[in-house]
């Protein structure tokens, strides 16, 4: 009995958050898709800093909604063990651990370039 209230209560909540996913990934992708866009129309050429700075924001908005999925996937998983649900679930942690990873790798890179462009930039004090 216990069980059956608890497959009705997570079955919405599980939809809810897939869906909050969808929202957040989708509207990150149809931003991006229009700001990059513009970026070509008004500019006609896009440097390399404006166009890694609109992919790492895209890309913290999938990691934002690859997190959002993984939490549907283990609530999803704690209530109806099957192979099926914990090899998505162990697909999607693989995938988001690895768009962490190279997120973080190119902010740094990033913070890094604009810390020595900066200093080259500022003229020295005297």
């Known amino acids: 009995m216990f069980r059956d209230w608890l497959y009705a209560l997570s079955e919405p ?34 440097d390399g800093h404006e166009r890694r700075t609109l992919w790492l924001a895209y890309a913290r908005w999938l990691v934002v909604g690859l997190t959002f999925q993984l939490a549907a996937d283990i609530i999803e ?14 697909a999607i942690a ?23 462009s900066l200093h080259r930039a500022a003229p020295e004090d005297k």
């Open 94 to 116: 693989v995938i988001r651990t690895f768009l962490d990873y190279f997120l973080e790798r190119d902010v740094a890179e990033i913070r890094e370039r604009d810390h020595v």
């Open 77 to 90: 998983s704690s209530i109806a063990p099957s192979w099926e649900a914990i090899g998505q679930l162990g």
């Open 13 to 46: 909540v599980i939809a809810a958050i897939d869906l909050m996913a969808l929202v957040l990934i989708a509207g990150a992708t149809v931003y991006t898709f229009f700001a990059g866009l513009w970026m070509v129309v008004t500019r006609g050429t896009v």
